[in-house]
T-cell receptor
Framework: NAGVTQTPKFRVLKTGQSMTLLCAQD?????MYWYRQDPGMGLRLIHYSVGEGTTAKGEVPDGYNVSRLKKQNFLLGLESAAPSQTSVYFC?????????FGPGTRLTVL | GENVEQHPSTLSVQEGDSAVIKCTYSDSASNYFPWYKQELGKRPQLIIDIRSNVGEKKDQRIAVTLNKTAKHFSLHITETQPEDSAVYFC????????????FGTGTRLKVLA
């Protein structure tokens, strides 16, 4: 099993560009989450999903959209990137309590 | 809103000494408290967790204690080793519905050889 994977690992964008981050899990987990990690601020929840076809807002959803068309995939989109979205993005999935994290995507917005 | 405070933000200990990291949560409905370890450039990984119906849990050199009345929980690492150096995050969750975590801001632990 690959667990939780994220694509891409690194990305540099210019202000105003758009991109999609892909998270995939092969553990048949119902719950999936997108976090951003900034120095000194821990992990903050952007959006999450409790099952295929569902999404909900977390603590810091502004500027991001998500979709969960398939149970194993959770996509995070930035429609118009801003320098404030420079961060490390982690995806996680869970069946119940324990969340399993992907390796992260380092995004820089210039 | 829901909040988890974590202290200290940095902690340096001598190899072999003990380390204690403390967290306080705000939502009294929280009933699951995991601790994650994140090494530099790596993903967070669960090291120990505790549920609200338990006061203490141990796993070799690691232990977690919970005081539900005070809404405090703590991570204790004994006989620290250089490989314990990492950032540690606490979190609080409600085990129903969304299973969302609220994370603390992290503690950078340095174990000095």
């Amino acid at each position: 099993n690959a667990g939780v994977t994220q694509t891409p690992k690194f990305r540099v964008l210019k202000t105003g560009q758009s991109m999609t981050l892909l998270c995939a899990q092969d553990m048949n987990h119902e719950y999936m989450y997108w976090y951003r990690q900034d120095p000194g601020m821990g992990l903050r929840l952007i959006h999450y999903s409790v099952g295929e076809g569902t999404t909900a807002k977390g603590e810091v959803p502004d500027g991001y959209n998500v979709s969960r068309l398939k149970k194993q995939n959770f996509l995070l989109g930035l429609e118009s990137a801003a320098p404030s979205q420079t961060s490390v993005y982690f995806c996680a999935s869970s069946l119940y309590n324990e969340q399993f994290f992907g390796p992260g995507t380092r995004l820089t917005v210039l | 809103g829901e909040n988890v405070e974590q202290h200290p933000s940095t902690l340096s200990v001598q190899e072999g000494d003990s380390a204690v990291i403390k967290c306080t949560y705000s939502d009294s409905a929280s009933n699951y408290f995991p601790w994650y370890k994140q090494e530099l450039g790596k993903r967070p990984q669960l090291i120990i967790d505790i549920r609200s119906n338990v006061g203490e849990k141990k796993d070799q050199r690691i232990a977690v204690t919970l005081n539900k009345t005070a809404k405090h929980f703590s991570l204790h690492i004994t006989e620290t080793q250089p490989e314990d150096s990492a950032v540690y995050f606490c979190a609080a969750s409600i085990t129903s519905g969304t299973y969302k975590y609220i994370f603390g801001t992290g503690t950078r632990l340095k174990v000095l050889a």
